[in-house]
């Protein structure tokens, strides 16, 4: 283990929702580093918990960890209702609240006030500018993009993006925290959707257009592109399992930053979002889902 992570000794996640607590089950599970869980909702901490639990049971059921392992991985696991509550020992914090420029700027303001001046301040947006968060804070060389893919457990991948200010000591640990969670790193530059969604979100968008359009049925977009080019699953089932209300925000980044009209957010997108079809998450989006007995 390089000295960079070694360092590392706890871990604090901001936002306990599906991305903030693959994370930190991430983090406690493969790392092995304590880790706290921020949200300011208590029934989205209640409800993220029992979702890690979930994980851990279904992977002592198949085999793959220990009742042991399970209870170990718990009790390296903590919570806290605000920033100001949280314990300000952190060596390292990933920020994974919503896709929300403003929110997002206000969380790393906090942070960046009640950690250490060594703490790295990590922030998993998927589209907007590190350099405009950074701005944000009172020390903008501690903070990085770390851009996790859903489902963390699962996704081996992890984009990292320096901002403009971000520190060379920042970019070092960063790698080798990632390293440690048992992740790839690609390293991408500080523009909208930096490489995954620069490329995917287009791709997602133009499938809503496809279907808005009548050029095909949902099932045939997503049959065409499963069986046709390989992919594990089709456009519109990707849309609802990452949720529609992401993507829409990805796509108007993309649009807004850049300014160039084939980013703009097709209207059947839009529309499924504001009818609260959000896919896999509300039970409704593309495709309905029932809830599980």
């Not at 009742?67 to 949280?86: F, L, N, P, Y």
């Not at 303001?109 to 990590?122: C, F, K, M, Y």
């Amino acid at each position: 283990m390089s000295s960079a992570a070694a360092s590392i000794k706890g871990l604090s996640v901001v936002g306990a929702g599906q991305m903030g607590i693959g994370i930190g089950l991430v983090a406690a599970r493969v790392a092995k580093l304590n880790v706290q869980f921020i949200d300011s909702s208590a029934e989205q901490l209640t409800k993220g918990l029992a979702f890690l639990d979930k994980l851990l049971v279904k992977d002592v059921g198949r085999g793959r960890c220990t009742e042991e392992e399970r209870s170990d991985i718990k009790a390296r696991i903590s919570t806290a209702g605000s920033v100001a509550a949280m314990a300000d020992t952190a060596d390292f914090v990933v920020e994974a609240v919503s896709e929300n420029v403003d929110l997002k700027r206000r969380v790393l303001a906090q942070l960046s006030e009640r950690l250490p001046e060594t703490a790295v301040l990590a922030t998993n947006t998927s589209s907007i500018s590190i350099t405009k968060l950074a701005a944000a804070t009172r020390r903008p060389d501690r903070v990085i993009g770390m851009h996790f893919m859903n489902p963390v457990p699962v996704m081996r991948l992890v984009e990292v993006i320096p901002g403009l200010q971000s520190s060379a000591a920042t970019l070092q640990t960063t790698l080798a925290l990632a390293q440690r969670l048992g992740k790839t790193t690609t390293m991408a530059q500080d523009v909208p959707g930096f490489i995954a969604n620069r490329l995917l979100m287009p791709y997602i968008n133009e499938a809503f257009v496809a279907l808005q359009e009548g050029i095909a049925s949902r099932e045939d977009i997503d049959t065409t592109m499963v069986l046709g080019a390989n992919n594990p699953m089709g456009p519109l089932t990707l849309a609802d399992f990452i949720g529609l209300d992401t993507c829409l925000a990805i796509m108007q980044v993309l649009h807004a930053e850049l300014g160039d009209s084939k980013y703009r957010p097709a209207v059947l997108l839009q529309k499924h979002v504001d009818a609260g079809w959000l896919g896999v998450k509300s039970g409704k989006g593309v495709y309905d889902y029932p809830p599980k007995k």
